[in-house]
């Protein structure tokens, strides 16, 4: 893709010179660089690392001799950057999550080619102005994609790394993770002109002293929400002995510790039950017996088939002191190959190479938000496991009428990798976005609570520990930007993509039919 005043010139024969000599070895330079950003996320949490991460690949890309090696640089790349995110799969999908990579990392080819136009060769200011637009924009496209449920999710955007950091948070608020994605890209593209283009230095400088005013202006002008009170609740983590006999008693035993606490809202994990409450008459009655000891209502995760219906759900039941309210939430969105196979007739394979789900678990359709009774009728919605990772569906609860958002997940089959650490560190983003607290609570950890700003709240319970955890929970009044607005970014770069790529197709075009009419 061109854009307004973009010349073709190759890049300069002493740019030509400096590029490594070797195919191959461009080529496992874009796989080592695709994976860098990785360690922006946790376990390693090294959240400064996102700004500079891409500066390394963005340097490869606008080298590349052709258009063509720069798309085979960004899909390599792709690559680079979904093992690395996505590797404590491994165990669970073997060789088919490195077949997976290079499905989803062809979504970074056609932005290769964008980079080495915009960065290629030595450009004017005018094309310096438009990378700083539509390199981040691009990549934005390639995370919009691919947050699409049936290709993986959105599950490592590279604003996520960012979980932990007060101002991206705020930006979070105002245009959700989508905007932190767009200024991290950015930051990344003003280095990179930095340092390899002597034209682009002072429109470079001049957007990275513009993107630090920006964050400094949002982090202190910014709306924030209003507090509005407190809801004790508490999550009950039973670890990660024993089967479902064992872990149901465990569970059991936590809660009975909590009577007495002045608690109001008890959150079991996902699973947490493999019989539904309410099709099973003698386990109703036991978790009754334990809202009516605790003064709490529970919200169990349940694992199982429902009478008269066909499939398996997975679903958060709410349970009252005269057993299941009736106030339950099906999973809508399933974790490709771990619960439901896409396109099984011809992705089915994948379960004799991996751990993939032998069938599929059958689907929710719509959200629900709950009051809870016996927290004088807070109102929660609830999410379980991977719909964390979506910020459309913890925002549409927002706007419902959710004041908390709770999320019920079971990471047990990785519990000595990134993965919980990463899957608990959503949690404080989608807080931040909605405004709205959130509860992770976790069978065997990491769970944790984050308030509307996203800030964590009380202990985090790790990998090694079995306990009852009991929270003051801030809540908050008032809607978020981002829960009114939307996606705005997401639009925005989109039309700065086809504002700069019109012309570009215009005059393709007229050349083709200036090339008809001469015949």
């Known amino acids: 893709?061109?854009?307004?005043?973009?010349?073709?010139?190759?890049?300069?024969?002493?740019?030509?010179?400096?590029?490594?000599?070797?195919?191959?070895?461009?080529?496992?330079?874009?796989?080592?660089?695709?994976?860098?950003?990785?360690?922006?996320?946790?376990?390693?949490?090294?959240?400064?690392?996102?700004?500079?991460?891409?500066?390394?690949?963005?340097?490869?890309?606008?080298?590349?001799?052709?258009?063509?090696?720069?798309?085979?640089?960004?899909?390599?790349?792709?690559?680079?950057?979904?093992?690395?995110?996505?590797?404590?799969?491994?165990?669970?999908?073997?060789?088919?999550?490195?077949?997976?990579?290079?499905?989803?990392?062809?979504?970074?080819?056609?932005?290769?080619?964008?980079?080495?136009?915009?960065?290629?060769?030595?450009?004017?200011?005018?094309?310096?102005?438009?990378?700083?637009?539509?390199?981040?924009?691009?990549?934005?496209?390639?995370?919009?994609?691919?947050?699409?449920e049936q290709l993986g999710g959105p599950w490592g955007l590279l604003g996520a790394g960012q979980w932990q950091v007060p101002p991206a948070l705020r930006l979070a608020s105002l245009g959700g993770i989508w905007l932190v994605s767009l200024l991290i890209v950015w930051v990344n593209t003003a280095l990179a002109q930095l340092i390899s283009l002597r034209r682009a230095r002072p429109v470079a400088v001049a957007a990275l002293l513009v993107c630090a005013l920006t964050v400094t202006a949002v982090r202190y002008a910014a709306p924030v929400p209003r507090p509005g009170g407190t809801a004790r609740i508490a999550i009950v983590q039973p670890g990660a002995d024993g089967g479902p006999g064992a872990r149901l008693a465990r569970s059991e035993a936590l809660t009975r510790q909590l009577a007495g606490r002045g608690v109001r809202l008890v959150v079991w994990g996902e699973s947490s039950l493999t019989r539904d409450p309410a099709d099973d008459p003698g386990l109703a009655g036991r978790l009754a017996a334990l809202s009516r000891s605790t003064g709490a209502d529970l919200l169990v995760g349940v694992d199982a088939p429902r009478a008269g219906r066909p499939g398996v759900y997975k679903t958060a039941v709410l349970v009252g002191p005269g057993g299941p309210t009736g106030d339950r939430y099906a999973k809508m969105r399933l974790v490709p190959f771990g619960e439901a196979i896409p396109a099984r007739p011809l992705l089915g394979w994948a379960t004799h190479v991996g751990k993939a789900a032998a069938t599929d678990r059958m689907r929710g359709t719509h959200q629900v938000v709950m009051p809870v009774p016996a927290a004088h009728g807070l109102r929660i919605g609830p999410l379980v496991c991977f719909e964390t990772a979506f910020p459309d569906m913890s925002r549409s609860l927002a706007a419902d009428g959710a004041r908390m958002l709770v999320a019920q997940s079971s990471t047990s089959s990785f519990q000595d990798s990134w993965a919980p650490a990463q899957h608990a560190s959503l949690g404080a983003l989608r807080a931040a976005e909605t405004w709205r607290p959130m509860v992770h609570a976790t069978l065997t950890g990491v769970s944790a609570v984050y308030g509307p700003r996203g800030e964590p709240v009380g202990e985090r319970l790790s990998t090694d520990r079995s306990a009852a955890a009991v929270y003051d929970v801030p809540l908050a009044y008032g809607t978020s930007p981002y829960t009114r607005l939307g996606d705005w970014p997401v639009y925005a770069a989109v039309a700065a993509l086809l504002v700069a790529g019109a012309p570009v197709a215009a005059r393709r075009v007229r050349l083709r039919w200036s090339a008809r009419a001469r015949r």
Do not use: K, Q
Request: glycine fraction near 8%; proline fraction near 9%.
């Open 1 to 148: 893709m061109a854009t307004p005043g973009a010349t073709t010139t190759a890049p300069t024969d002493a740019a030509a010179a400096r590029r490594p000599r070797s195919r191959w070895l461009r080529a496992v330079a874009a796989l080592l660089c695709g994976a860098l950003p990785a360690l922006a996320f946790p376990a390693p949490s090294l959240w400064w690392t996102a700004y500079v991460s891409l500066v390394p690949w963005l340097l490869l890309l606008r080298t590349a001799p052709t258009n063509r090696r720069a798309a085979l640089e960004g899909w390599l790349g792709g690559i680079g950057f979904m093992v690395a995110v996505h590797h404590w799969l491994l165990p669970s999908l073997h060789v088919f999550l490195v077949v997976l990579a290079a499905l989803l990392g062809a979504l970074w080819a056609p932005w290769g080619p964008l980079v080495r136009t915009l960065l290629g060769g030595s450009p004017r200011p005018r094309r310096c102005l438009a990378a700083l637009a539509l390199v981040p924009s691009g990549w934005l496209m390639v995370e919009v994609v691919r947050s699409w």
